[in-house]
């Protein structure tokens, strides 16, 4: 039985939970802060500063930048759909925090094992999946709702990208599925942290897979053909100003955040990383400490965000070492390479699991 | 669906304007390309926003003053306009300019060369969306602006030529200095060329795009890098030399720089090789630099004459056409740049390429709207274009939409 | 300007035979082959090296060029430049030969009162642009040119004005107008 | 104004987004202001940052004397910039017309087509003038919204032409050159309310003009 006190008290907290941390508000402080790190990480590859003088470093350029543009005058093309128009942003945003909601940050439900998001039910990986297509298409009608012809170009090459890399990306997310044998974000994530090392082979392949796919689903270079800007000036974004595109730049950070979490989560043991230390000290002790009091909270916070910085710096490296490949280019690298590979690679779990593990021993 | 009923699905058409404002294009050019798809049918350029009447200025100055305004017609060529021009007044004049004032000039020419072919390979990295190589290559093309900053002390409009010389000498110390830093260029170039040629992403992009085939090129008046990209062996240094170029191409150690691609790759391969060559040039250019004074008096009157001057522009070939008329003022002065008849082959670069590599192909005869100064409109199709009121085009749709009824 | 027939014999400045063979053998070839569409007046090797300047009647600059491609495979054309004598309009078509390496310029001279010449746009693709520019600069009108339009001059230009010519008075204060200064009343 | 608006302003002079427009100009300056992009300057450094669209940016950054064909454009870019909006020419050619002056085809400077917000001399401008030229914008901009202290123009008066050393150049011989008065100096510098009081004019009888007159005659 609870009481109206404990009811208030749990509403409170979700409520907190949801808005402050590690919800909205977190959210958008990683998505600031990943940009920052997105963008210094490339200026120093490229050999310049990047951001320098806002805050200590330049931290807070990111942050200047959103509240400039929310200042900014906000204008609507005489040919666009309004209510269209507007709402396409806020759909962004909505779509992207949402799916944001189901990173495995910090523990919100100590009674289930392993780490949960705010949002966590059973085959919420499905469900992820179908966001992240739904913000495709988002896309590709914000092109359209321009009514700029760029903008047009640039939707028909976001849905080029859509049908193309799409395919691999959700091959790639089979492959830790099938080791666990669940379609929960936190069940597979705590699942997968306590498989035997050997199992790392397995997952190499799917990694690349999903790191470049991600590449292609964020639209940056070498995939950037959708908004590449001395093609089509910026294409989908070029009518939007002001709110609108400080929401859309946002939305696009969130789904930075949400990328590198999901590699986080799936691929680099999650939240986890003293307890992977083969000592029973660290393996039991330190894990059953941390899972069950409020350092768990800052713990994993910190090392969910480390191993996120790190797959932001190799995103951002990819970005600088590749130049953009052309449409056709991309479409035939995915159907010739990227999606028979991925269909190899799960053959080849397949045929580990049933027949060479065994052989091998490996639990 | 029978096979009866199937039909060829077309794309519709969509016409997109790159231009006048477009961030592919630092300059204002226009080019409306009209796509299906993403392939390109139909390509018209129009430049004419440039257009800043620099010809009928130089009619109401003295050649003086007209030799800082050649050089204001282009910021990436300057050095060439601004030598042309002076070397227009001297051949006019029919005067003769000290040894070292030649080979100054020279090799102010070719430092020019260097910057700018190292710009063009920085934009191409940049149309391609390679900016890493953009910044780098940018990064050392400051080693040749400094070089020319340190000669002439500007970094964009050089003007060190003078009529009957040149302005500044070249001390031994700058000369010791511009020695260690070719080397050090050199070392760079040829990374960027390494870079070029086997860096998978930057030679897909370019490789086979914007064919320009020999006997087109010849027909459209190819010049410099565009016209050798193709093979056609035009470089006016080694056709018609002039100044320093004379006692350097005596010595035969450097060979023109052809490529019988036809495509992009082929253009950056020349511009690349060639940044090398001329590297290797202005070494030899200080080492065998004579003694002596370096500007000799001309009279500011200038006699009746008529000059063509040919000057070879890292673009392609520069012309100056010069009348005087006794006064210290052009009779008629017209310059013609590389630039211009480089748009003609562009339609047939175009068409039947992708959209996405419209830019590079824009890029790879490096446009330079401002030396053009002119309008330039090319039609796309094969056929001749012609002038139809907005009214008797659509009457004239109507009737062709009567006679081809839709099928269904 | 003013004594435009003194300017115009100045000029010329032919060049002495020795140390101009090349350019000389030439001359006589074309002189020989195209006797009836050339002027003799204005036709000389010029002093500089590798130039050569030929005057052609206007109504034959088609037989000439078509010769000149046939005969020594001249592709390489430079450009168009109009000039303004006074009586007379001048069109200098610029041209190069690469195997001889000599650059060839074909003046003809039209009278003011009534510019016109024929086209070589549809013998020479590449020279379609420049004679466009020198119809719309100087007035100098292309007989038969294939693709007529104005391209250079703003669009509410007006059609009769040439601004090159030299009796150009600026009727709209254009000149002056771009030597203003400071911020203009009502930006 | 609120701390809201506070912040906002703030921002705005923290994260400026750049668009460049050519307006007939030779290249110059153009490839100048990507030199400043480049990682000898690298003006990210300020938060700057060069976009595509005039729909994103906050400064136009115009260069070269603006043509009869692309002042209705420019004009038409400056439109489709969203408030607020700054304007800045680059280079000589876009602050007065430049060598371009007396064309029939140009227009003497940006200022007579759309409101210019500051002006960067120069032909061309190094890129660091122009990384300071737009830093000074931003400078004066937090001033005009209180976001520091603003400083009290420094008036310098303006140099009296009365020696001949002044109308040589620099690299002359100076040796006939003779050091004017004390007084001269005090009142040369002291402050004066009125500036144009303090222009410097030259009266016919000026004996440095009399000589110049001279120098003109021989040539």
Known sequence: MQTPLDMTIQLLAQTLAVFVFPGILFITFLALLWQWVDRKAHARFQNRFGPLHTGWRGILQPLMDFLKLLGKEDLTPKAADRMSFAAVPVVMLVLSLVSAMFLPIVDMDPGTSGVQGILSFEGDLVFLLFLSTLMAVTIVLAGYFSSNRYGQTGSARTGMLLISFEIPLILALVTPALLTGSLRLSIITHELSKLSPAYIWLMIIPFIIYVISLQAELERIPFDVSHAEVEIVHGWQVEFSGKKLAMINLAEDIMLVFGAGMVTALFLGGPLLLEFIPIPLFSVEFAGFVATTWVGWIYYTLVFMFKSALVIIVLSDMRTVFARWRIGQIVRTAWKFMVPLAIINLVLVQIALTYIFPILGVV | ?????????????????????????????????????????????????????????????????????????????????????????????????????????????????????????????????????????????????????????????????????????????????????????????????????????????????????????????????????????????????????????????????????????????????????????????????????????????????????RHEAPRGELIHYLVTNGTNKPDRWKVRAPTYNNWTSMAHCLRGDYLADAPIILAAIDPCYSCTDRVVIVDGNDETMRLVSLDNLRIENNMWHKEHPRRE | MSDTKADEITEHHPAPREGHEAEYELLDEMIGDLKDSLIEEGTYVHKQPRRIFVQVHPEKIRNVVQHMLDRYAMWQFITVSGRDLGDDLQACYHFVINDRKIAITFRLNVPRSKPEHPTISDLVPAAEFIENEVRELFGIVQVGHPNVRRIELPEDWPATEYPMRKDWEDPRGLMKKSRTTGRKEGV | MGFFQKLVNKARVKSPFVFHFNSGSCNGCDIEIIAALMPRIDIERFGMKLVGSPRHADIMLVTGPVSHQIAPRLKRIYDQMAEPKFVVAVGSCACSGGAFRGGYATLGGVDQVIPVSAYIPGCAPKPSAIAYGAYKLLEHLSEMWGLVESTPIEKVPIREYKRKADFLPHNCDTDDMEPPPDSVIQELFAPVGDESKNRPVLSEDDPTMRKRKELKKDE
């Open chain 2, 1 to 309: 669906m029978t096979s009866a009923n199937k039909r060829i699905v077309i794309p519709p058409r969509v016409t997109i304007p790159i231009g006048p404002q477009h961030p592919a294009l630092k300059e204002p050019g226009m080019f409306k390309l009209t796509v299906e798809g993403e392939r390109i049918v139909d390509a018209v350029v129009n430049i004419g926003y440039n257009h800043r009447s620099i010809e009928k200025i130089g009619e109401n100055n003295t050649h003086l003053q007209n030799l800082y305004l050649a050089s204001r017609i282009c910021g990436i060529c300057s050095a060439t306009h601004n030598g042309n021009y002076a070397q227009a007044v001297e051949f006019a004049a029919e005067a003769e300019i000290p040894e070292r004032a030649k080979f100054i000039r020279t090799l102010i020419w070719e430092l020019d060369r260097i910057h700018s072919h190292i710009l063009w390979l920085g934009v191409a990295f940049h149309e391609v969306g390679f900016d890493t190589a953009f910044m780098l290559s940018w990064r050392d093309r400051e080693i040749v602006m400094d070089m020319l900053e340190n000669i002439s002390g500007n970094r964009i409009h050089h003007d060190m030529n003078t009529i009957g010389g040149v302005r500044r000498n070249i001390s031994d110390a700058q000369k010791e200095q511009m020695l260690k830093g070719f080397d050090k260029l050199e070392e760079r170039v040829a990374f960027y060329r390494d870079v070029a040629i086997h860096e998978k992403t930057f030679w897909n992009r370019v490789d086979g795009v914007g064919m320009l085939e020999a006997p087109v090129a010849k027909k459209t008046s190819a010049v410099g890098p565009t016209g050798r990209g193709s093979g056609l062996k035009v470089d006016v240094r080694f056709n018609d030399p002039t100044q320093a170029y004379i006692p350097m191409m005596d010595t035969g150690d450097f060979e023109m720089i052809l490529s019988d691609r036809g495509d992009v790759a082929g253009r950056a391969v020349v511009r690349v090789i060639e940044t090398i060559e001329a590297i290797n040039m202005s070494r030899w250019l200080l080492n065998n630099m004579p003694d002596g004074p370096i500007r000799e008096r001309v009279r500011p009157r200038i006699q009746p004459n008529e000059v063509l001057a």
